[in-house]
């Protein structure tokens, strides 16, 4: 058995699964963005006991997601995770790894998740395709030929950060225009009325037109974003997943639309925009088998 850990801006998503994507045991807790270094290793070994405890299993390895850059082999957070602070103080790895006793792998959250959907959801059998997911940030990365692909030193792609723009409006980074409060902000602006989730926001798309309007706006500019990607690299699917992707024909529906004056005819025909099946468990799922096939951990196991 393995453990995921999901670190992201308001919540800590883990579980025990096994190597072929089974989650056994769920949990989520918030995440407490005062809490120091040494208090975030004990409440994430605490969660590795206590999930363990309920699955009445032994776990054999730990990988962990979470938003920026680590250094692979010194577990380190160096670039990006402003939400996540305190794990730039130390390694995250190497003092889990001494909490618990258990090999740790830690992986950026949209390259996990990506992996969890090329293994377990939307990806599977696909040779070439892009994830994004949004929720609190934007993550992401792509998938080709069996790899997600990553700079030199294992750096992610930075998809959130593509300046966006649009007519009429100020030129923007992705992450602040297509956020889950991007949607709450725009509807906000349509209908001078506030929601307080987005959850509430989905269910009032049939019947408010203020909210239709912004999820249609927002998919456009989802659409902004995935055609250069499919133009350069004849993707074969977009994946949407985060928390937004919960909306799913009613956002995918007006990503479709506005794509084809954006791409190539022949690759825009060729790709799929899809919702990811892996929903909120594709990170933790992608770092727990990218933690199970780690390298080290197969050796020591042998």
């Keep these: 058995m393995l453990v995921g850990i999901d670190i992201g801006g308001t919540a800590i998503k883990a579980g025990i699964t096994t190597l072929d994507g089974v989650v056994a045991v769920r949990r989520q807790i918030p995440f407490d963005r005062g809490l120091s270094f040494d208090g975030l290793i004990a409440s994430l070994s605490a969660t590795v006991d206590a999930l363990c405890n309920e ?4 776990a054999q390895a730990i990988g962990v997601c979470l938003p ?3 250094d692979r082999q010194s577990g380190m957070l160096v670039d990006g995770g402003s939400n996540v602070s305190a794990l730039r103080e130390k390694s995250l790895a190497a003092h889990l790894q001494a909490a618990t006793g258990l090999p740790v792998r830690i992986e950026n959250d949209g390259m996990a998740a990506t992996v969890g959907e090329a293994r ?39 998809i959130g950060a593509i300046v966006v723009s649009r007519e009429g409006e100020r030129p923007a980074p ?12 725009r509807y906000r ?7 307080d989730s987005l959850p509430d926001l989905f269910a009032v798309l049939n019947e408010d037109d203020a909210a239709a309007r912004a999820v249609d ?18 993707l074969e699917a977009c994946i949407l997943g985060g928390g ?10 007006p990503i479709r639309a506005h794509l084809p004056p954006l791409t190539w005819p022949l690759l825009g025909r060729n790709c799929q925009i899809l ?28």
């Design 120 to 158: 377990f959801g939307s990806g599977r059998g696909l040779r070439r395709f892009a994830l994004l997911t949004i929720g609190t940030g934007v993550g992401g990365a792509v998938f080709i030929d069996g790899s997600v692909i990553a700079g030199s030193r294992g750096e992610p792609p930075e």
């Design 244 to 253: 937004v992707a919960a909306a799913g024909e009613a956002l995918l529906e």
């Design 217 to 234: 706006e927002i998919g456009e500019i989802i659409a902004g974003v995935f055609a250069p990607l499919i133009n350069a690299l004849n």
């Design 68 to 70: 920026g850059f680590v």
């Design 174 to 185: 992705f992450e602040t225009l297509a956020c889950a409060g991007a949607f709450l902000d």
């Design 189 to 195: 602006r349509h209908s001078g009325r506030s929601v």
């Design 275 to 302: 919702q990811a099946a892996c929903g909120n468990e594709a990170g933790l799922l992608g770092a727990a088998w990218l933690a199970g096939t780690n390298a080290d951990f197969q050796r020591a196991a042998q």
């Design 55 to 58: 699955a009445g299993a032994n």
